[in-house]
């Protein structure tokens, strides 16, 4: 039987209990208030005393696993509901047939029970049959199929890294967030200036490496924490071009018309060369699309996939002039949504946008993903929310 917190007026059940005293069982805040007073409590021994950086390290990493259990929850509902409308799309035809069939027997049942009648041909049908069976419906396997099918494509390994809690850029001496689940827009103090827009990219770790356009100043940003880190020697002033992050590599690309081809080690803290990008125009978007680096150009139709083993670029895909937003599986122009098939290669969806509802000079160069939303947003500070699921976009308002 579960017992009650010790505690007079508490009617919360019992998860501690302290061996000061026998039976002396708690909930966890009355725990906490009791092992303050002063008493032979073991359970200290249990206990260490934690510095302001550890502190700081350990809340940093129960956050990450708490946005991962909160992404776990949201992704659960999301297919608890999809399993349901996807079932009862493939069974609804096999339902409406068993239906039928009912239907049909009861008829015939009730006819013979009120009138003691029966049709000729349906009673020779009944009496042919040796044992009373009824054939199950033979397009209830490929259900099955359909059914494993999804099941495979849904239960994936989450990664909460794919996951953004905010969507950020410096300002200043600012560092600006807008909450992508409230929509709140809120402002911390840095210890740096950046007046430009950022190119950045995600880390492992869920920081960023934050680099402002044009210039050679690259830093290490926690989000979370609002804390910034310069980065040393950057061989390169930068205009505009990708910056991706894969096996601890930074890799900074831009066309020859203003050349950044570098990469940044975040072990050995070393720069070094990586081949020249074929591109011939400012590199303006690009991202990481599975393990290779996508670069693509305002002014030019080629897209190009970069492979960090090989060190070598390969055309891919052409599309039309105009902004392109590349990230998570998707590129993103003017009037098409490319998205990555991992056995059929790159599809299309058209959806609706115009190249003067969106500018692509960005705020931040990174492309944040929350849910099945992608968000971007341009040098005006207007929010774009773009849906993986309708291939729409539309300009959200935050406050």
Not at 42 to 58: N, P, V, W
Not at 146 to 159: A, G, P, W, Y
Request: proline share 2%.
């Amino acid at each position: 039987m579960s017992k009650k917190c010790g505690i007079e007026g508490c009617k919360n059940l019992v998860e501690i209990c302290c061996e000061c005293k026998t039976n002396n069982y708690f909930c966890v805040e009355h725990f906490v208030i009791h092992v303050k007073k002063v008493g032979n409590h073991l359970i200290h021994s249990a206990f260490m005393e934690i510095k302001a950086d550890q502190a700081s390290k350990a809340i940093k990493e129960i956050n990450h696993r708490l946005r991962q259990i909160f992404f776990i929850k949201s992704e659960l509902s999301k297919f608890s509901s999809e399993l349901i409308s996807f079932v009862t799309s493939k069974t609804k035809k096999i339902a409406t047939a068993l239906n039928s069939d009912l239907h049909y027997y009861t008829s015939i049942k009730r006819f013979i029970q009120e009138r003691g009648e029966i049709d000729r041909e349906v009673y020779e049908k009944l009496s042919s049959s040796g044992q009373s069976s009824v054939q199950v419906p033979p397009n209830l396997d490929s259900v099955k199929d359909d059914l494993n099918t999804f099941f495979e494509s849904q239960f994936k390994l989450v990664e909460g890294e794919n996951e953004d809690d905010d969507y950020f850029w410096i300002e200043n001496e600012s560092l600006v967030k807008i909450n992508l689940d409230k929509l709140k827009k809120t402002r911390k103090h840095v210890k740096t200036s950046i007046t430009s827009a950022i190119n950045s990219c995600k880390l492992p770790e869920g920081q960023f490496f934050v680099n402002s356009v044009g210039t050679g100043e690259c830093f290490l940003l926690d989000v979370d924490e609002g804390e910034i880190m310069p980065i040393e020697n950057c061989p390169v002033n930068t205009y505009s071009g990708v910056i991706a992050c894969i096996d601890e590599q930074i890799f900074m690309i831009n066309g020859y018309s203003s050349p950044m081809n570098e990469k940044y080690s975040l072990s050995t803290k070393e720069w070094t060369k990586v081949a020249m990008c074929p591109l011939t125009q400012h590199v303006n978007t690009g991202g990481v699309i599975q393990d290779k680096i996508c670069l693509t150009c305002y002014y030019q139709n080629s897209a190009y996939m970069y492979d960090p083993k090989t060190d070598l670029y390969k055309a891919f895909l052409s599309l039309s002039k105009g902004y392109k937003i590349v990230g998570h599986g998707f590129i993103l122009t003017s009037q098409w949504a490319y998205k990555q098939d991992e056995e059929k290669g790159w599809k299309n969806f058209p959806y609706r946008a115009k190249d003067s509802d969106c500018c692509y000079c960005m705020m931040n160069t990174y492309v944040f993903k929350k849910g099945r939303y992608l968000y971007f947003c341009n040098c005006s500070q207007k929010l774009y929310r773009f849906d993986t699921k309708l291939f729409e976009y539309k300009i959200v308002s935050y406050t």
